[in-house]
């Protein structure tokens, strides 16, 4: 029993469980860091993010994500972006809101 607790304790405290996505689907563990009410990874509007030649352009603004504080402008190649399971574009920022560490997009159609 103290070895369970112990291997829940740890997973908990190295932040092993993912939080969820608005609508239900969990964001990898690797880019997510917290919870659904002070994670980095949240859904952002669709109106911030340009498809450009090979790939992304993502600008954000303070209140497009609740970690943006100023205005930025992430820039990514198509293969670094992620499926997104909801047909919306997410972001995690981490360690801090300058860091674009995971990009979630729909599938393109042409």
Known sequence: ?????????????????????????????????????????????????????GGYEVILGPGDHRLITRNHDFRLRQSEARRSKDSEYHICLYPNEDTLRCFYAPDMSY
């Open 1 to 53: 029993m103290r070895s369970i607790l112990m291997s829940v304790m740890i997973a908990c405290a190295s932040g092993a469980a993912a939080h969820e996505a608005h609508t239900g689907w969990k964001y990898e563990s690797y880019c997510c860091n917290g919870d659904n009410h002070t994670g980095d990874c949240q859904m952002i509007p669709t109106k911030n993010v340009r498809i450009v030649k």
